[in-house]
């Protein structure tokens, strides 16, 4: 599993004009599934993202969680997260696990992380044409993958 992580002031889900989500301060995170990805991926990204500490403190460290600010979560399904660009010019995406495999891990990832962050948790909706909007907040952007299996 691969997600994009990005601290926001505020960040929002469009789908045919209308607002479907939108949070405050907290963490917008594109979240890609690929073939290979089981329910140890959803669970270890589950516990990490909202114990990242990149939010400051009062000495403007990032030494804060999402939790520890009480920030909130807009979760959203991003398979162009696993496109290979590395022949020619239009991606490949073959690593991305199909809609039929991928659509139950990213709910159950949902489901997953608002468990685990124990704050508001929102959603972009799977397989949607979506419009994201976002203030990035430093800015500060993560890529996190999941720990490869030996």
Partial sequence: MRTVV?????????????THSAIGAGLLVLAGISREDTADDL????????NLRIFEDEEGKMNRSL?????????VS??????DA?????????????PEI?????ERFVESISREAACPVQAGVFGADMQVSLINDGPVTIILES????
Wanted: proline share 9%; charged share 20%.
């Fill in 43 to 50: 669970a270890w990204m589950s516990r990490k993202i909202p």
């Fill in 147 to 150: 720990p490869k299996k030996s």
């Fill in 6 to 18: 990005q601290r926001v002031r505020e960040a929002a889900v469009s789908i045919g004009g209308a």
């Fill in 78 to 83: 991003q398979f162009a997260l696993y496109a």
């Fill in 67 to 75: 939790r520890d600010i009480g920030g909130e979560l807009l979760v």
């Fill in 86 to 98: 590395s022949r020619g010019n239009r991606p490949g995406f073959s690593e991305s696990a199909p």
């Fill in 102 to 106: 991928a659509q139950p891990l990213f």
